[in-house]
């Protein structure tokens, strides 16, 4: 079988990255996460990810910058890449990648972001961060972030552990 590039997508707290780690140890295929950088590049800045994401509203090269690297990932093939616009980067490329969408309600993906960033962002400030992310994507690839039609597996990690879900993943893969 021709091992091609896997896409991990998701809103904020939809579990991709969890995913992504443990999918990338079962297959044994590198990892790189749009998400992880975004955070890195905060840290190293010293702002927040509520603070990166309205400078990203004045500066549309931080988020090209980070879509064109994983680009470059997606077109190499051989690894999983987890991002929010990963599968439709792959898709509007016309690269094959086995796209996964991971979905979670919101309740919990809100909580799991609250948890992961140890109370740095409340609701409110997660709800701007997606609203800001929905209408970036939307002013400059013209995407709708919601529109998942074009992905080869749809996931509901809000009662799943990450293990039954990589099962999941796992048996559409093979």
């Known amino acids: 079988m021709e091992r091609r590039c896997i896409t991990v997508s998701g809103l904020p707290g939809s579990g991709t990255t969890t995913i992504s780690k443990a999918l990338s140890n079962k297959i044994s295929l590198g990892l790189y996460s749009s998400g992880e950088v975004f955070r890195t ?4 800045m010293g702002l927040t990810l509520s603070e990166l994401t309205e400078l990203s509203e004045k500066e549309e090269s931080i988020d090209l910058e980070i879509d064109e690297i994983a680009l470059k990932k997606i077109k190499n ?5 987890e ?3 990963v599968g439709w980067l792959a898709y509007s490329n016309d690269i094959s990648a086995f796209k996964i969408w991971i979905k979670a309600e919101e309740n919990i993906r809100h909580e799991r972001i609250i948890l992961r ?3 740095k ?4 400030m997660i709800l701007k961060r997606e609203k800001s992310e929905l ?19 749809i996931l509901d990690s809000s009662n799943t552990e990450p293990r039954q879900i990589v099962e999941e993943i796992m048996k559409k893969y093979d």
């Open 135 to 153: 209408e970036r994507y939307r002013e400059y690839y013209d995407f709708d972030l919601k529109n998942t039609d074009i992905y080869d597996l």
């Open 77 to 81: 093939g051989e690894h999983i890449i």
């Open 41 to 44: 590049v905060a840290s190293k």
């Open 83 to 85: 991002g929010r616009l």
């Open 117 to 119: 960033d140890r109370n």
């Open 121 to 124: 962002e409340d609701k409110k």
